[in-house]
Nanobody, 124 residues
Framework: QVQLVESGGGLVQAGGSLRLSCAAS??????MGWFRQAPGKEREFVAA????????YYADSVKGRFTISRDNAKNTVYLQMNSLKPEDTAIYHC???????????????????WGQGTQVTVSS
């Protein structure tokens, strides 16, 4: 059974940092990504990374503040979040999928496996 389990969320003050982890089991994924969903809003792309970490992708809103990485030996992807802002408050979901030619890895349609999410709350 394929599972993606996120951890590391919590409450942090603006300007602080958090590190999210997503452990995959049941298979390995070519691409893994992070998306977030705030109350009343659609799920939006945050960051993605290819199998060999040769390609990384970031939403403009997090560039320079967030860093995605992966440890294939542990089948785990990470999201280091620095300089957090109140507008970063959301449920953060991990996602994964196989290689698909032409995929941008920046939309929800690019990923078929999803985790349940971890809450990140940034206070002002």
């Amino acid at each position: 059974q394929v599972q993606l389990v996120e951890s590391g969320g919590g409450l942090v003050q603006a300007g602080g940092s958090l590190r999210l982890s997503c452990a995959a089991s049941g298979r390995t994924f070519y691409a893994m990504g992070w998306f977030r969903q705030a109350p009343g809003k659609e799920r939006e792309f945050v960051a993605a990374i290819s199998w060999n970490a040769g390609n990384t992708y970031y939403a403009d809103s997090v560039k320079g503040r967030f860093t995605i990485s992966r440890d294939n030996a542990k089948n785990t992807v990470y999201l280091q979040m620095n300089s957090l802002k109140p507008e970063d408050t959301a449920i953060y979901h991990c996602a994964g999928d196989s290689f698909v030619s032409g995929s941008s890895w920046t939309t929800t349609a690019d990923f078929r496996s999803w985790g349940q999410g971890t809450q990140v709350t940034v206070s002002s």
